[in-house]
């Protein structure tokens, strides 16, 4: 697979992006195929990048999705992404990476383990994953630390209470990221200057 793209490329470097769709549930959580998306079987896929540049046979542990896929690659690039462009770039190219995955799963297929147009919003962290539900799913918050086969739902422990509170703000909070913004108008009136307390009075004994 390397051998190829750089024999077809000897004065450029080339670059192999290896990747894969969401998973499926071979029976854990008493599900069968693809399903809702909060579990480790469906979110948790392979990423591999080969470049001539960075670090090489290392495995990582940084949290990704596939928007900042697009997004590294244009940042390593030095290409400027255009408005809208959602995802982050990753630490192979020089940038931050993510504190959270965020998933969104909505479908209109009726289910009837769950409900009519089930929803549920997930943000997967290093030790936390709490999920919120429409429908008969209970709210979840799972300790993937202390419990990887997330088989115990700590969403109403007293003990962890602030770190709910803060999970739920941080799910909010990228919930309101994503919402495209774009197409912006084609011309923004510039905002008009601000008056000082002189000019304010004296609008104010004008008017």
């Given at each position: 697979?390397?051998?190829?793209?750089?024999?077809?490329?000897?004065?450029?470097?080339?670059?192999?992006?290896?990747?894969?769709?969401?998973?499926?549930?071979?029976?854990?959580?008493?599900?069968?195929?693809?399903?809702?998306?909060?579990?480790?079987?469906?979110?948790?896929?392979?990423?591999?990048?080969?470049?001539?540049?960075?670090?090489?046979?290392?495995?990582?542990?940084?949290?990704?999705?596939?928007?900042?896929?697009?997004?590294?690659?244009l940042e390593h690039a030095r290409?400027?992404?255009?408005?809208?462009?959602?995802?982050?770039?990753?630490?192979?190219?020089?940038?931050?990476?993510?504190?959270?995955?965020?998933?969104?799963?909505?479908t209109q297929r009726t289910q009837?383990?769950?409900?009519?147009?089930?929803?549920?919003?997930?943000?997967?962290?290093?030790?936390?994953?709490?999920?919120?539900?429409?429908?008969?799913?209970?709210?979840?918050?799972?300790?993937?630390?202390?419990?990887?086969?997330?088989?115990?739902?700590?969403?109403?422990?007293?003990?962890?209470?602030?770190?709910?509170?803060?999970?739920?703000?941080?799910?909010?909070?990228?919930?309101?990221?994503?919402?495209?913004?774009?197409?912006?108008?084609?011309?923004?009136?510039?905002?008009?200057p601000a008056l000082s307390p002189?000019?304010?009075?004296?609008?104010?004994?004008?008017?």
């Amino acid at each position: 697979m390397q051998r190829r793209p750089r024999q077809a490329n000897k004065k450029r470097p080339s670059f192999i992006l290896f990747t894969a769709d969401r998973g499926d549930y071979p029976g854990e959580h008493r599900m069968l195929f693809k399903d809702t998306e909060q579990h480790d079987s469906l979110s948790h896929v392979p990423f591999i990048w080969v470049g001539p540049k960075g670090a090489k046979g290392e495995r990582s542990q940084e949290i990704a999705q596939m928007p900042d896929i697009g997004t590294t690659i244009l940042e390593h690039a030095r290409v400027e992404a255009p408005v809208g462009k959602q995802g982050v770039a990753l630490s192979l190219a020089g940038g931050q990476g993510r504190e959270a995955a965020h998933i969104q799963f909505e479908t209109q297929r009726t289910q009837e383990a769950l409900c009519t147009l089930p929803c549920v919003h997930t943000t997967i962290h290093d030790r936390w994953r709490p999920s919120i539900s429409l429908g008969k799913c209970p709210n979840e918050r799972i300790d993937l630390v202390d419990d990887p086969g997330e088989r115990t739902n700590r969403w109403d422990s007293a003990a962890h209470a602030d770190i709910r509170s803060r999970l739920i703000e941080g799910l909010a909070e990228l919930d309101i990221a994503v919402v495209n913004r774009v197409p912006l108008p084609t011309a923004q009136p510039s905002p008009a200057p601000a008056l000082s307390p002189t000019e304010c009075s004296s609008a104010a004994s004008d008017s």
